[in-house]
């Protein structure tokens, strides 16, 4: 079970007796950051209970950090490049050796220290980073647990075993002229399951099993994000894992599937569907020819999929309480609606800690267009947890559940239906919606390209129509928040308007022979949701990005 870390970010205690006012005892810190290779020439930050540092690994990955007036315990950051990718492990020194005014202590730096950690905070290593400080307690024995829960299931599935403290114990990374010792080479054994740039979705995953969910039966555990370990992720593509995912459909059928990357199938119930990686990286099909299902997956994790009839979000399956679905959200919501005509809405619900909420709608009442303004509704929504770590929404005459994503970047999103068993009839609300914080846009350099799929439903004479395709756009110019660019597939030239009409809302205001288009940017997701304004044929998009 994961430690909360608020319960950990808390006020420090007094110690001692009276008398005049004396510095807390510095902290020597030191230790070794590898992947299997030292991270050599890579960023040290330190902070800690009190106090911070910084340094540089030298050539063979060690560092020393000295925080004056420091008190443990002291969690570490390590920035640096490893096999051609950017890498940014965490680790911890909980315990120390006092000598005079400093104490010493060692944290090794690894992917199995990073690991331990989400199974330690519940929550990926950088939000932990960024909430450690003054009055941060880790004992001993939650390290300790945390340590022996993550090695057990990671020798359980894999065979990997460490049998040693991979915090303190001695690690001896290999370099280009030198083998490693047995730690470096359990980091090798590791990395051949989990590349570095898969490493953070694989952190992602165990962090969601250490959440306290209060759920009844957990729908991810440990040994299921280990099990996808051991069967490996795609060849092509390292953000797509081996796991259980939510296939989450336009009209809002929610199913639970098994992805095997390692042998290429989707396991649904008793049947596997064997798939067929393209040549195009982090794309997939099952079938061929026009009936064929296309899949891809975008870098936080997330796919999605077209078929013959639909297209649909597939999301790695997590469990996450009550409390991480409340607060303040934007959410867009696409699908059909009770009169059997398609239907686009952007909203912000508002959840109190009880589960009570509010929402309004950005939309004008007279127009139906897009609005800056929320106006609010006199029905009142609230949630509830459910029992297989999602929250369950009442909202009027259309209930609804809710399914969390927390991404590697720490960003949390929920995916939502109000038609979860796909049984709903004309007379009910079919649609899926996405809780997410407003992301602005950015304004892009000139030349900037940008790569994706669109996942569509296009309108056509006999109604919508699932579509997919490849894509690029290369941004021509930009003039304060209004952006042109072309697209390669027909050279189209669309002018867009940033954070228009609300912030992290794109517009497309040109051409004027094309229909307005709304564009919400899912910060850290890597997904952007397109739909056509008011009055326009009904048209949604999600956009992938693609390597």
């Given at each position: 079970?994961?430690?909360?870390?608020?319960?950990?970010?808390?006020?420090?205690?007094?110690?001692?007796?009276?008398?005049?006012?004396?510095?807390?005892?510095?902290?020597q810190?030191?230790?070794?950051?590898?992947?299997?290779?030292?991270?050599?020439?890579?960023?040290?930050?330190?902070?800690?209970?009190?106090?911070?540092?910084?340094?540089?690994?030298?050539?063979?990955?060690?560092?020393?950090?000295?925080v004056?007036?420091g008190?443990?315990?002291?969690?570490?950051?390590?920035?640096?490049?490893?096999?051609?990718?950017?890498?940014?492990?965490?680790?911890?020194?909980?315990?120390g050796?006092?000598?005079?005014?400093?104490?010493?202590?060692?944290?090794?730096?690894?992917?199995?220290?990073?690991?331990?950690?989400?199974?330690?905070?519940?929550?990926?290593?950088?939000?932990?980073?960024?909430?450690?400080?003054?009055?941060?307690?880790?004992?001993?024995?939650?390290?300790?647990?945390?340590?022996?829960?993550?090695?057990?299931?990671?020798?359980d599935a894999?065979?990997?075993?460490?049998?040693?403290?991979?915090?303190?114990?001695?690690?001896?990374?290999?370099?280009?002229?030198?083998?490693?010792?047995?730690?470096?080479d359990?980091?090798?054994?590791?990395?051949?399951?989990?590349?570095?740039?898969s490493?953070?979705?694989?952190?992602?995953?165990?962090?969601?099993?250490?959440?306290?969910?209060?759920?009844?039966?957990a729908?991810?555990?440990?040994?299921?994000v280990?099990?996808?370990?051991?069967?490996?992720?795609?060849?092509?593509?390292?953000?797509?894992?081996?796991?259980?995912?939510?296939?989450?459909?336009?009209?809002?059928?929610?199913?639970?599937?098994?992805?095997?990357?390692?042998r290429?199938?989707?396991?649904?119930?008793?049947?596997?569907i064997?798939?067929?990686?393209?040549?195009?990286?982090?794309?997939?099909?099952?079938?061929?020819?026009?009936?064929?299902?296309?899949?891809?997956?975008?870098?936080?994790?997330?796919?999605?999929?077209?078929?013959?009839?639909?297209?649909?979000?597939?999301?790695?399956?997590?469990?996450?309480?009550?409390?991480?679905?409340?607060?303040?959200?934007?959410?867009?919501?696409?699908?059909?609606?009770?009169?059997?005509n398609?239907?686009?809405?952007?909203?912000?619900?508002?959840?109190?800690?009880?589960?009570?909420?509010?929402?309004?709608?950005?939309?004008?009442?007279?127009?139906?267009?897009?609005?800056?303004?929320?106006?609010?509704?006199?029905?009142?929504?609230?949630?509830?947890?459910?029992?297989?770590?999602?929250?369950?929404?009442?909202?009027?005459?259309?209930?609804?559940?809710?399914?969390?994503?927390?991404?590697?970047?720490?960003?949390?999103?929920?995916f939502?239906?109000?038609?979860?068993?796909?049984?709903?009839?004309?007379g009910?609300?079919?649609?899926?919606?996405?809780?997410?914080?407003?992301s602005p846009w950015?304004?892009p350099?000139?030349?900037?390209?940008?790569?994706?799929?669109?996942?569509?439903?296009?309108?056509?004479?006999?109604?919508?129509?699932?579509?997919?395709?490849?894509?690029?756009?290369?941004?021509?110019?930009v003039?304060?928040?209004?952006?042109?660019?072309?697209?390669?597939?027909?050279?189209?030239?669309?002018?867009l308007?940033l954070?228009?009409?609300?912030?992290g809302?794109?517009?497309?205001?040109?051409?004027?022979?094309?229909?307005?288009?709304?564009?919400?940017?899912?910060?850290?997701?890597?997904?952007?949701?397109?739909?056509?304004?008011?009055?326009?044929?009904?048209?949604?998009?999600?956009?992938?990005?693609?390597?």
């Amino acid at each position: 079970m994961a430690v909360s870390v608020a319960a950990m970010v808390a006020a420090c205690g007094g110690g001692g007796g009276g008398g005049g006012d004396s510095a807390q005892p510095g902290v020597q810190l030191s230790g070794v950051a590898a992947t299997g290779l030292a991270l050599a020439n890579s960023s040290v930050d330190v902070k800690c209970a009190s106090g911070t540092g910084t340094a540089t690994t030298n050539a063979s990955g060690a560092y020393t950090v000295a925080v004056v007036n420091g008190a443990l315990p002291c969690l570490v950051k390590v920035t640096g490049t490893a096999d051609g990718a950017e890498v940014t492990l965490h680790s911890l020194a909980e315990a120390g050796t006092a000598s005079g005014s400093t104490t010493t202590a060692t944290a090794n730096v690894t992917p199995l220290t990073e690991m331990i950690l989400a199974q330690l905070a519940g929550t990926v290593p950088t939000s932990f980073f960024e909430s450690f400080g003054s009055g941060t307690t880790v004992t001993a024995a939650q390290l300790q647990a945390a340590t022996t829960t993550v090695l057990a299931a990671l020798k359980d599935a894999t065979g990997i075993d460490l049998a040693a403290d991979p915090f303190k114990s001695d690690l001896v990374p290999a370099t280009a002229t030198t083998a490693g010792n047995a730690y470096d080479d359990a980091l090798e054994a590791l990395k051949a399951k989990v590349p570095l740039q898969s490493l953070p979705l694989v952190v992602t995953q165990i962090a969601s099993t250490a959440v306290t969910s209060g759920t009844t039966t957990a729908p991810l555990t440990l040994a299921d994000v280990m099990a996808g370990v051991n069967a490996g992720g795609s060849a092509t593509c390292p953000t797509a894992l081996s796991g259980k995912y939510r296939v989450i459909e336009y009209t809002g059928l929610v199913q639970e599937v098994q992805i095997d990357f390692g042998r290429n199938v989707v396991i649904d119930g008793a049947d596997e569907i064997p798939f067929t990686p393209s040549a195009q990286p982090c794309e997939f099909s099952i079938g061929s020819g026009p009936t064929a299902t296309r899949i891809g997956f975008g870098p936080s994790g997330v796919g999605a999929l077209q078929d013959d009839g639909t297209i649909a979000y597939l999301v790695p399956v997590q469990a996450h309480p009550l409390s991480a679905f409340t607060g303040e959200w934007n959410y867009v919501e696409s699908g059909i609606r009770e009169d059997d005509n398609p239907v686009h809405f952007l909203g912000k619900f508002t959840f109190a800690a009880t589960g009570a909420g509010v929402e309004c709608g950005y939309r004008n009442e007279d127009t139906g267009a897009l609005s800056a303004t929320c106006e609010q509704d006199n029905v009142l929504p609230s949630i509830s947890a459910t029992s297989d770590g999602g929250a369950a929404l009442a909202y009027g005459d259309t209930p609804g559940v809710m399914y969390g994503y927390r991404a590697p970047n720490g960003n949390f999103f929920a995916f939502g239906s109000t038609n979860a068993s796909g049984t709903g009839t004309t007379g009910s609300m079919r649609t899926h919606f996405i809780m997410h914080k407003p992301s602005p846009w950015v304004a892009p350099a000139v030349g900037a390209v940008s790569k994706y799929w669109d996942f569509a439903m296009l309108p056509t004479s006999a109604g919508l129509a699932p579509s997919s395709a490849a894509d690029s756009s290369t941004v021509n110019s930009v003039s304060g928040n209004t952006v042109q660019r072309t697209r390669a597939s027909d050279s189209r030239v669309d002018t867009l308007s940033l954070n228009d009409p609300l912030p992290g809302v794109r517009t497309r205001i040109g051409p004027s022979t094309l229909a307005v288009q709304h564009q919400i940017q899912l910060g850290g997701l890597g997904v952007t949701v397109t739909f056509n304004g008011e009055g326009e044929p009904h048209l949604y998009a999600a956009s992938l990005g693609r390597p």
